[in-house]
């Protein structure tokens, strides 16, 4: 760049600057009266609770995909003799309502191009929406399952769908379709994270098992009094609709 | 009974009720003297002293609309009779008071009646501002007069429904009620005393909230005769404390210090403010001068306790602490605590320094009426913003997770713990507050 044109940019942003400052200055004074006037508090309610419910009837899944999903949530939390299982605390609810969010549509981020496959470092690089990467990563899955073993994921044996998880996983099984490690690692395997230890209010962690399992004592923020004590914490856990486990 | 004697009744009836009109005739259409002092004549008005005038009588708040112009009035306050707005009291000669005289300024000031003879609602202060000194108001005047932009905005008519909103009774509510006489100087006290208490009684007007009304919604004392002056009211969903010396729950545990720095601050080391106060503490204390709130705070601090029957007590007590420290907490209200206060309020109810309030000892847990405790349970509540403390803290409301059944039994909790010894709060009174502040919305 040389010294003419620097000087030109600078200019250009001085005028450009000049010409924002009285809108500047409105904006500001319209967000200090806001604040000032009255007891314009912050709205402190939540999302409306949805807890888990026994009977649920998946709104965006088709019957083939909602079993693929109850399945996978199976082997990747299974209940066992530390505490009950992903399904039982209704994580493939959670992920279900997950659909129905502006986030399973990609409203929450950039999604226009161009679509370069980045280093990791650069976070989410494809353009499809969370809700592509479901269905088009079940039907891939379940395209190579019938491909090696004749038969849909849902139809193998346990150690089978350990099996084709941990390749997937490693990224050596594989689809043409799209990497069928992004969806495992960035959508499904987190998702199910999240339904299993995120607030009961989303659909998961019913009755906050999976908190008491860990010995998490929920929302209660702070826990200061307590720093020093050599005994465990005594309360059981609660939930930001404030229920107790 | 014979006829002349039935007729002599007649007449005596008659005559009683002649006379009465008469009476209250002469007490409704009299358009009263101001009674300024001849004095005033020949003084030059000061409009900056009166700008400060202006500050300590807290005009700006309820003259001014919600992020509308200074001063141009249209502010809603609801009272048992109905909603009633500010009046522009701008210089504009149609719609303001750019037309009055001093003597018509004064006469609304400390009479509560308009130059046409019409008469305010008492929601105007005039009860108070009647104490305030010919010089205070001249340059109030000339301030109002010389350094307010005139604004031609039309008052808005009263929602008081017909016969409640025939205004001449309030001539006979003033007769009855109003004592229209001057601050006087105690000769006894020294000069920031009386100070002090010309303040609080006049332009700060501190009674009109903290002073218990009667069932014609008079003040039961307007210049601090009795142990009921600034001994804690109840008015719309709020409970404003009382002021005088009782140590459950009045201000006997505060020093003079910790009041001027509440006053100027909005916080202190026992509370902070929120609500109306905190309106009053962001338009009004918070700009007086360090030697004005130190005054208020002398006089509020030589108030005698008030009657002790009924009240709150309060005696420091560690139990609740060990109590939950080991995890031995069963009661409902306790177990609300723990989950969705103590993270700010801490467990030992002592909050943090001019940060979150100490429950412990708080006057507004322990007043007789709960109902800040409960509104600011149910809705959270704003410290302001002062020049002293910038940090305008708030804290949530609580009203979206819990039922009324839990707020009381959390009410109830927060007034028998640490020490506190408060009766306990009914749902029932939760359900009120409840109601009342949703229909005090303006979206309702």
């Known amino acids: 760049m040389s010294s003419n044109d620097g000087q030109t940019s600078r200019r250009d942003f001085l005028a450009t600057t000049l010409a924002l400052a009285p809108l500047a200055v409105t904006v500001v004074g319209q967000t200090a009266a806001q604040s000032i006037n009255g007891e314009q508090l912050p709205s402190s309610s939540p999302a409306p609770d949805h807890p888990s419910v026994p009977d649920y009837r998946p709104s965006y899944f088709t019957s083939a995909e909602w079993a693929f999903i109850n399945a996978a949530c199976a082997r990747i939390i299974p209940a066992d003799e530390h505490g009950p299982g992903a399904v039982e605390l209704g994580v493939p609810q959670y992920i279900d309502r997950q659909m129905g969010t502006p986030w399973a549509d990609g409203g929450i981020w950039y999604m226009q191009g161009p679509f370069f496959a980045g280093a990791p470092e650069f976070g989410y690089q494809s353009q499809l929406t969370p809700k592509q990467q479901y269905r088009m990563g079940i039907k891939a899955i379940d395209t190579l399952c019938h491909e090696r073993l004749n038969m849909p994921f849902v139809a193998l044996t346990a150690a089978q769908q350990d099996d084709v998880l941990k390749q997937i996983e490693k990224g050596s099984l594989t689809s043409t379709e799209l990497p069928l490690s992004t969806f495992f690692s960035g959508f499904l395997l987190r998702n199910v994270m999240e339904g299993y230890f995120g607030d009961p209010m989303y659909g998961g962690n019913k009755d906050m098992a999976a908190w008491k399992m860990i010995g998490y004592p929920g929302v209660r923020a702070d826990y200061l009094e307590w720093v020093g004590q050599a005994k465990p914490y005594p309360y059981g856990p609660v939930s930001i609709y404030g229920k107790r486990g | ?444």
């Open chain 2, 1 to 444: 009974m014979s006829r002349p004697a039935r007729n002599r009744w007649l007449i005596a009836g008659l005559g009683l009720i002649a006379a009465a009109t008469v009476v209250v005739s002469a007490v409704v259409y009299h358009v009263p003297d101001p009674a300024i002092s001849p004095a005033l004549t020949h003084r030059t008005p000061d409009a900056t002293r009166g700008e400060y005038i202006a500050v300590l009588g807290d005009c700006a708040f309820c003259h001014t609309e919600t992020a509308g112009p200074s001063y141009a009035g249209g502010r809603a306050f609801s009272t048992p009779l109905g909603t009633i707005y500010s009046s522009n009291i701008t210089p504009d000669r149609d719609t303001g008071i750019g037309a009055y005289t001093l003597a018509d300024f004064v006469r609304v000031m400390r009479l509560g009646v308009k130059p046409d003879g019409t008469r305010l609602y008492p929601a105007m202060p005039y009860t108070a501002y009647a104490k305030v000194a010919d010089e205070d108001l001249q340059d109030l005047f000339a301030y109002v007069q010389s350094d307010i932009a005139p604004l031609p905005v039309a008052s808005r008519a009263t929602h008081i429904p017909w016969p409640l909103s025939i205004r001449w009774p309030l001539a006979l509510w003033n007769a009855a009620f109003h004592d229209d006489s001057r601050f006087v100087t105690d000769g006894s006290k020294d000069s920031q005393w009386n100070r002090g208490a010309y303040l609080v009684q006049g332009l700060a007007h501190c009674g009109t909230c903290h002073t218990p009304r009667g069932i014609f919604f008079e003040e039961k004392d307007l210049r601090g005769r009795s142990n009921l002056y600034l001994s804690g009211s109840g008015l719309d969903a709020t409970s404003p404390i009382n002021l005088r010396g009782n140590s459950g729950d009045g201000l006997g545990r505060w020093s003079t210090a910790d009041i001027a720095t509440l006053l100027k601050s909005g916080r202190s080391e026992h509370s902070a403010v929120t609500g109306t106060m905190a309106d009053a503490v962001r338009h009004s204390t918070q700009y007086m001068t360090d030697q004005d709130v130190t005054s208020i705070a002398i006089y509020v601090k030589s108030l005698s306790p008030a009657p002790e029957h009924g009240r709150a007590s309060f005696v420091a007590s560690d139990s609740t602490m060990s109590t939950i420290m080991a995890g031995s907490e069963r009661s409902p209200g306790g177990r609300i605590y723990l989950d969705s206060c103590a993270a700010c309020h801490r467990l030992s109810g002592s909050g943090e320094n001019s940060t979150f309030p100490t429950l412990a000892g708080n006057p507004s847990v322990l007043s007789s009426d709960p109902s800040s405790l409960i509104g600011v349970i149910l809705e959270g509540g704003r410290v302001p913003s002062t020049a002293a403390a910038p940090s305008g803290l708030a804290m949530p409301g609580f009203g979206w997770r819990y039922s009324d059944a839990d707020i009381a039994a959390l009410a109830t909790f927060t007034r028998s713990s640490w020490g506190n010894n408060a009766p306990p709060v009914t749902a029932a009174k939760v359900a009120g507050i409840r109601d009342q502040l949703r229909s005090g919305r303006p979206d309702h």
